[in-house]
Structure formats: C-alpha cells, structure tokens
C-alpha cells in the first residue's frame, strides 16, 4: 500500500506537466508522497480555494503551486491555507519574469516560497518540500543530507576536471 501524498503539485494548466515534470522526478527521488492536481487561479478560482482550505485536513503538509504569465495560483493557495506554499514561476513567452514577480510579490501575512524560474525552479521547490517535510521528520532530514553530499561531490569532481582540462604549462 502506498503512503498517503504529503505534497500536492498544482498546476495552472495541464499543459504545465512537462516543464514541472523535474520537480516530480525529484520528489520520487527524495521519496516524497506527491499528488498532482490542476487547478487554475483564474479558469477555476473556487476549486483552487476550496482544495487548499481542506489539504491539511486531507494530510497534505506542503503545497506547490506552479503557474505561468499572470501566475496568482500559489497566491491563491497561501490564502486559504495554513500549510507551507512553494510558487513556481514558468517560463514564458515573455520569459517568465511577469510570473516570478505575481509569484513573489504576496501582501503581507500570505507568505509563498518563491524558486526560480528555469530549469532549477521545479527542482528546488521539491527540494524544499522535503525540507520542510524534514523538520518534524528525521527520514527527509536524512534523505536531503544525503543529496546535499551527493551534489557537493559531484561539485568537485568538476572543479578536478576543469583543473586537468585546463591546466596552464609553459
């Protein structure tokens, strides 16, 4: 039997899944029970609303929301919720700019965790789902240990090959 989801995906649109798959391999990587879910701040404001005032009653213990262009979803989340909100800036046509700061610009007392838009983003918003997760949970607290010394060898085995690689010899 699987483990009920302490994390839920929301996507602004279903058309998001590719540019946030990272973020799911990420937390099957980290074992983090996830759901994903789409709902639109703006095609779908009640049902948005309606899923983040129940997700802790529902065990969820961290949400991310993931939007593009206008991106109101995380913002949207935080307000009807106690639980912790990751925003995911997308990339845009317009390079993504206009969704990190939607993101990121939250009134006071409707916090939201911003990660970068790009590449990184998805990745270090399932990074710090766990994060959180590990706070009152010693397995995530070991998991994320583990990937920050896998990242840091990983760091210097590069800087040894770029010093080879680039030896000066007169």
């Known amino acids: 039997m699987s483990s009920p989801p302490l994390v839920a995906v929301v996507l602004g649109s279903a058309n998001?899944?590719?540019?946030?798959?990272?973020?799911?391999e990420q937390l099957?990587?980290?074992a983090v029970p996830y759901e994903v879910r789409v709902l639109s701040a703006h095609r779908t404001p009640d049902a948005?609303?309606?899923f983040a005032r129940g997700a802790a009653d529902a065990g969820l213990r961290v949400l991310i929301?993931?939007?593009?262009?206008?991106a109101h979803l995380a913002g949207t989340l935080a307000a009807s919720t106690p639980l912790p909100v990751i925003g995911v800036p997308l990339p845009s046509p317009l390079g993504g700019a206009?969704?990190?700061?939607?993101?990121?610009?939250?009134?006071?007392?409707?916090?939201?965790?911003?990660?970068?838009?790009?590449?990184?983003?998805p990745v270090n918003a399932a990074i710090l789902a766990a994060q959180i997760l590990g706070v009152?949970?010693?397995?995530?607290?070991?998991?994320?240990?583990?990937l920050k010394e896998e990242l840091a060898r990983d760091g210097l085995a590069r800087d040894r090959e770029m010093r080879e690689k680039h030896r000066w010899a007169p």
Not at 65 to 70: L, R, T
Not at 98 to 121: D, I, R, Y
Not at 136 to 146: C, L, N, Q, S, V
Request: proline share 7%; aromatic share 2%.
């Open 16 to 24: 998001d899944i590719e540019t946030i798959e990272p973020c799911l």
């Open 48 to 50: 948005a609303a309606a």
């Open 65 to 70: 929301g993931a939007a593009g262009m206008a």
């Open 28 to 30: 099957r990587a980290l």
């Open 98 to 121: 206009e969704a990190l700061l939607s993101t990121v610009q939250m009134p006071g007392g409707v916090p939201v965790a911003c990660v970068a838009v790009g590449k990184a983003g």
């Open 136 to 146: 009152g949970d010693p397995a995530f607290r070991e998991r994320i240990r583990a």
